[in-house]
């Protein structure tokens, strides 16, 4: 049974940071890309960051790049989601997850909630 955990949420100043952690389990984790998910309150959920398989290629939107940094231990099957210079914007529950086909999705986890104070 595929599940995530995430945690390392919190409360946190403009210009602050924090790290995220994801515990993915029930399925080859090294064998997938990897994505975080960011939905702001009200809003639909939407990508913040993907890492490849192996990790030597990510993505980021415009909004978080250059302040957000993906990575991902297979060891462990982790993945993390290091924070910078954090806006109120960036307020919301954050989710991890694998890309995949219509119809094959994952499950998704509880989430971790981060609040920038504004």
């Known amino acids: 049974q595929v599940r995530f955990v995430e945690s390392g949420g919190g409360l946190v100043q403009p210009g602050g940071s924090l790290t995220l952690s994801c515990t993915a389990s029930?399925?080859?984790?090294?064998?997938?890309?990897m994505d975080w998910y960011h939905q702001a309150p009200g809003q639909e959920r939407e990508e913040v960051a993907r890492?490849?398989?192996?990790?030597?290629?990510?993505w980021y939107p415009a909004p978080v790049k250059g302040r957000f940094t993906i990575s991902r231990d297979d060891s462990k099957n982790m993945l993390f989601l290091r924070m910078t210079n954090l806006k109120p914007e960036d307020t919301g529950t954050y989710y991890c997850?694998?890309?995949?086909?219509?119809?094959?999705?994952?499950?998704w986890g509880r989430g971790t909630r981060v609040t920038v104070l504004s």
């Open positions: 997850n694998s890309p995949r086909p219509a119809g094959q999705e994952y499950p």
């Open positions: 029930g399925f080859d984790f090294e064998y997938y890309v």
């Open positions: 890492i490849v398989q192996g990790g030597d290629r990510t």
